[in-house]
């Protein structure tokens, strides 16, 4: 298993969990839409780093993004496998074929 498995197999086990007792199950407790808002600004502190071109705090932004952006599907219920099932879907086709085909 890889780290990215290990870490939504952690966040699937927080929706169960005492909110009191992690920080993942109390963001989990506040709802979607929260997860998605909570997403939406560790995603845009990514984008600032990459502009800025600062590597290791690009690096750590990442993390959080990557954490935040599970969190978020995870509480929709869209798991870490249905990601890598659409993925693995998109692999046999470039990106410029499938643009051309829409
Ligand atoms: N990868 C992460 C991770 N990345 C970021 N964060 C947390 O995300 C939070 C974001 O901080 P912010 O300052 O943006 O949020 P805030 O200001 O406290 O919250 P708001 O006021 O915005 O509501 C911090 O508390 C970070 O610790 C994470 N929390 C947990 N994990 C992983 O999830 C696992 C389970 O964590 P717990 O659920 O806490 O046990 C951990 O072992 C880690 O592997």
């Known amino acids: ?8 197999a952690t966040i699937e086990a927080r929706k169960s969990a005492d909110p009191d007792s992690s ?3 109390a963001l989990l407790s506040r709802g979607p839409e929260k997860c998605a808002e909570k997403f939406g600004e560790e995603a845009v502190e990514a984008i600032i780093e990459a502009v800025k071109g600062d590597r290791a705090r690009l690096t750590s932004e990442a ?3 990557l954490y935040h952006l599970l969190v978020m ?3 929709r219920d869209v798991r870490l496998s249905d990601i890598e099932n659409e993925l693995i879907s998109r692999s046999i086709q ?3 074929d ?3 085909a829409r």
């Open 1 to 8: 298993m890889s780290i990215i498995h290990d870490l939504a």
């Open 23 to 25: 920080w993942t199950a």
């Open 63 to 65: 993390a959080d993004t």
């Open 73 to 75: 599907c995870i509480a």
């Open 94 to 96: 470039s990106g410029l």
């Open 98 to 100: 499938e643009k051309a």
